[in-house]
């Protein structure tokens, strides 16, 4: 399975300088943000969720009817603002208008997704640029240190998707220390260990380790009164895609979010 969306690319010289300018302004980042790179840009059209791998060649075939003939297109930005609220921020956004040369495009794309039974999102076009996201659970900094950190508690948490598990795991917290996460599928399939060695602990702060490869992790732990932000970098492998590793961390992240907060 892997986790797709289907998006037109943007490129924009003003919507680059405004987000420079918000990536450097203290006061607006305090270190909150996860910036998204230019080159990433993208006009979202449907979110599909976990699709099957053999699946994927036929959607590109779908996509392709849709657009045959479409050209590049010139639309202007139109505001900023934050999804889903102001009290509640998560997505750091610029709007966008004179859009409507996809939107014929868009229907016929929608009406074969429907024809060849693919599952997706079909909520009305929202046309904007996702220029940073915000990871904030609401659970206090030390809870949160708790729920990362302890055995019992990662492998409750600790998956990427629904089909795989931690079944064990095992932490020396402590600079020096090693920690240990068995990683499975559901069904047996596949496993690896996943190990390390911790550089840097700061209690409710800060944690810093190499993999066993010799790549480096790095996780913050915000207090945002009583809330925490986790802002978790990591130097990606060459296997793999830097989306798709990203992708797998966000869902990890979001999982961790979902069971901290059932915590309190």
Request: hydrophobic content about 40%.
């Amino acid at each position: 399975m892997k986790r797709l969306f289907i998006g037109i690319p943007v490129h924009s010289g003003t919507a680059s300088e405004h987000a420079g300018r918000w990536r450097n302004d203290h006061q607006l980042n305090l270190n909150r943000m996860s910036w998204a790179k230019p080159e990433n840009w993208h006009i979202t059209l449907f979110f599909l969720g976990d699709t099957p791998v053999l699946q994927i060649a036929l959607l590109k075939q779908l996509i392709n009817e849709s657009f045959e003939g479409a050209h590049p297109l010139q639309t202007e930005l139109n505001g900023a603002g934050v999804f889903p609220d102001e009290r509640n921020p998560k997505v750091l956004w610029l709007g966008l208008t004179n859009i409507q040369p996809l939107i014929p495009a868009r229907n016929r794309l929608g009406d074969l997704l429907k024809q060849s039974a693919f599952d997706f999102d079909n909520k009305p076009l929202k046309p904007h640029l996702t220029i940073a996201r915000i990871k904030t659970i609401h659970v206090p900094v030390d809870t949160v240190w708790n729920l990362w950190t302890s055995p019992e508690h990662i492998t409750k948490w600790n998956s990427a998707s629904d089909d795989w598990h931690t079944p064990c795991a095992e932490n020396d917290l402590k600079a020096g220390g090693s920690f240990l996460s068995r990683m499975e599928a559901k069904d047996s399939s596949f496993g690896f260990d996943f190990t390390g060695v911790y550089n840097e602990v700061k209690t409710n702060e800060l944690i810093v380790y190499a993999i066993a490869d010799g790549r480096k992790v790095h996780i913050s732990f915000i207090p945002v009164g009583n809330s925490t932000t986790i802002i978790e970098s990591f130097e990606a492998e060459d296997t793999h895609s830097v989306e798709l590793q990203k992708n797998g961390l966000q869902s990890i992240l979001d999982n961790f979010k979902r069971y901290a907060e059932s915590k309190i």
